[in-house]
């Protein structure tokens, strides 16, 4: 793994992942993805379902080859993903927390992994990068840094969960993203949106997986989690951007 490059850190929501990266085990993850409908995938920690990862995977990477580069990476699920699926490929995987990277090396031996923070990718080109439920909405500056690391034909994935009430503006917000850095996006239609009851299957399962430490700020997280999710429906949105062909 190499070393954080001037991650910031005493942020609140960094320590609480990494927290839960530490917590929870990958069999207890993939156990939970299970009963609320979605397919194992020892390292998820999303509620993307499979044919929408399989739509956007294919139109970043259309020859089932290339450089990758996942942002957010978390316990290394995508890697896992792309090597179940046949994919041919490399594997940088980056995270800010030490414990999800853990999981990651195990998870996807072949991976390359950098502790470090999403606004600090290294200098390389992809021809994939993924952001699965990590930074978002995205935001221009993450978008134009990824943008100049694109391989010519490269693509970009992003998929976020939201709750209705701000789906709209996160969705503007990404869409705006991309196109500030010079890209073309295309929404794609997500298969199997998890919708309110899915996720809270979800973040329930998690909840049991913390009760022996129930007033954990894991615990609580999640438990405010659950309460956002009382108020309003949860939407599901997923994109794919690459450069224009002018470029
Ligand atoms: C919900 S998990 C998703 C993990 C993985 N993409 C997956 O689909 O299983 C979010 C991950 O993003 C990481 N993360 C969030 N914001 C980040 C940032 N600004 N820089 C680096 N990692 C970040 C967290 O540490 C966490 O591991």
């Excluded at 890697?79 to 990277?101: E, I, T």
């Excluded at 996006?185 to 997500?190: F, L, N, Q």
């Amino acid at each position: 793994m190499t070393a954080s490059r001037g991650a910031p850190g005493g942020d609140a929501l960094r320590a609480w992942y990494d927290l839960l990266h530490r917590r929870i085990d990958d069999v207890a993850l993939d156990e939970a993805a299970a009963r609320v409908g979605l397919p194992s995938g020892i390292g998820r920690w999303n509620l993307l379902d499979d044919a929408t990862l399989q739509t956007l995977v294919a139109r970043v990477l259309p020859k089932r080859a290339g450089r990758v580069l996942d942002i957010g990476c978390g316990r290394g699920f995508l890697g896992r993903w792309l090597l179940a699926n046949g994919y041919d490929f490399s594997y940088v995987g980056l995270d800010r927390s030490p414990n999800a990277l853990a999981a990651a090396a195990r998870n996807c031996p072949k991976g390359r992994y950098l502790l470090r923070e999403a606004a600090d990718l290294p200098d390389e080109t992809f021809d994939a990068v993924a952001i699965i439920e990590s930074v978002h909405p995205l935001d221009e500056s993450l978008a134009r840094a990824v943008a100049r690391r694109l391989s010519q034909g490269g693509g970009v994935l992003l998929a976020f969960p939201s709750l209705e009430s701000e789906r709209a503006r996160r969705v503007d917000a990404s869409v705006a993203a991309f196109v500030a850095a010079g890209l073309e996006v295309e929404r794609v239609r997500v298969a199997c949106p998890p919708g309110a009851e899915g996720a809270r299957g979800y973040l329930d399962v998690l909840l049991e997986l913390c009760r022996e430490d129930s007033d954990s700020p894991l615990a609580r997280e999640i438990r405010r989690a659950v309460d956002c999710l009382d108020g309003g429906l949860l939407g599901y949105d997923a994109f794919v951007a690459r450069g224009t062909a002018r470029e």
